[in-house]
């Protein structure tokens, strides 16, 4: 089985201005010193990004965008390229994160121009994908995953399984308290790589990382990580603490 190195990731949303970010940055880093027995990647809004990439520049900190628009460039108003994250020192950025969705009305179709342009650019595309509460009682959960998957993600092109990472999250966990159990996510996250293998291949889907999201805390990240398929974890509230979010990075210590 190919070796999937864990990818720890914190998602900030619209949390902390330049100088705010900068310091949590900062003492991110110092908890995590030189520590890269897994990967790491913290995702600041925009306006924080270039207060954030040089304080992580020689750490194993990596740098993520929270949304990108897949157009290289133009007259679009509000908008960012993947080229101009690339520039911004981004690695990775989240894509169809499920408050998108929600709020500002992205669909599969636009998950997928996404996801082509961040893979064009070189940056990692987080794929966000995940059933809502009333989908999961009406036994959608896994109809809903399927065609996200399918729609999100068919035909697009990987070199290899590195370039993509997924995240289950379901919406009823990001945010309220409730995790999945670790059977649950077991579940979705091992239908989410039989997915994978249908609509990319079976070479890629057994390497590519899969990561659980949703109120992720340093007393569950534990029992979620144990999980033959997960591969890491989309962290959101937790991240915002560097002592809190390195307690979840240290998750092996
Ligand atoms: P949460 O958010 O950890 O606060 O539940 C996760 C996410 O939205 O990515």
């Not at 057994?206 to 029992?223: F, T």
Request: with cysteine.
């Amino acid at each position: 089985m190919p070796q999937r190195k864990p990818l720890i990731a914190g998602n900030w949303k619209m949390f902390k201005t330049g100088p705010e970010a900068n310091a949590t940055a900062r003492h991110l880093a110092k908890l995590v010193g030189d520590d890269a027995t897994v990967d790491i990647m913290i995702a600041p809004p925009f306006t924080a990004l270039s207060a954030v990439s040089g304080v992580i520049e020689d750490t194993p900190i990596a740098l993520g965008a929270q949304n990108l628009y897949w157009e290289a460039e133009g007259a679009f108003t509000g908008e960012i390229s993947p080229g101009m994250l690339k520039a911004a020192g981004c690695t990775y950025a989240l894509i169809g994160h499920s408050e998108r969705r929600q709020y500002f009305g992205e669909s599969d179709d636009g998950v997928h121009r996404k996801t082509q342009a961040a893979l064009e650019s070189a940056i990692i595309p987080v794929v966000c994908i995940g059933e809502t509460e009333s989908e999961r009682e009406a036994g959608e959960t896994f109809s809903v995953l399927d065609k996200q998957i399918r729609l999100g993600l068919e035909g697009v092109s990987l070199r290899g399984p590195r370039d993509l990472v997924v995240a289950y999250e379901p919406v009823w966990a990001i945010g309220t308290g409730k995790t999945a159990t670790k059977d649950q996510a077991q579940e979705a996250h091992a239908f989410i790589r039989e997915k994978l293998a249908k609509v990319l291949s079976s070479d890629l889907a057994l390497g590519i990382r899969i990561l659980y999201g949703g109120s992720v805390k340093p007393d569950n990240v534990k029992e979620l990580m144990a999980m033959p398929d997960i591969d890491g974890a989309l962290v959101g509230g937790a991240s915002l603490k560097p002592e809190i979010f390195a307690e979840i990075i240290h998750f092996g210590a």
